[in-house]
């Protein structure tokens, strides 16, 4: 018989564990994306009953619409420039990668063999260059 090994078991209890804290951090998470939007949409039905009893009850339900509608372009502008910086960091992040594949493949390929390298080097240097003008469009 083989003894269980300790690594086994110690791999299994750390899952296990993680497993847990995934579990409560979503139930915690759950918990505050529900309180946010209890508390939002209170917010919001205080902003309506202020604008119905100043202007009336159509006008009220109509700003809290406004305001909700502007918050909402506001959270998409904000995520649009997010992501426009992730897509930034990523073209850099590739143009550096490319560069240097076309650095060691050249280096490789120009110690085994020299028109096979100019070849390699023209296709890496055209297949880079299409890369940076598609990545600024």
Do not use: H
Request: charge should be positive; include cysteine; charged fraction near 10%.
């Amino acid at each position: 018989m083989s003894p269980v090994l300790p690594l086994t078991s110690l791999v299994s209890s750390y899952a296990g564990s993680k497993a847990r804290q995934w579990r409560r951090d979503a139930i915690l998470f759950g918990f505050m994306c529900l309180m946010a939007l209890m508390a939002s949409g209170a917010l919001f039905a205080a902003f309506a009953l202020l604008m119905a009893e100043t202007y009336g009850a159509i006008y009220g339900l109509l700003a809290a619409a406004g305001l909700a509608l502007v918050l909402a372009l506001l959270a998409m502008g904000i995520r649009a420039l997010l992501r426009r910086r992730a897509r930034r960091r990523m073209n850099v992040a590739m143009a550096g990668r490319a560069s240097a594949l076309a650095v060691t493949s050249a280096s490789t390929l120009i110690a085994q063999n020299k028109s096979t390298a100019i070849i390699a080097g023209l296709v890496v240097g055209a297949l880079a260059g299409t890369m940076m003008r598609s990545n600024n469009d």
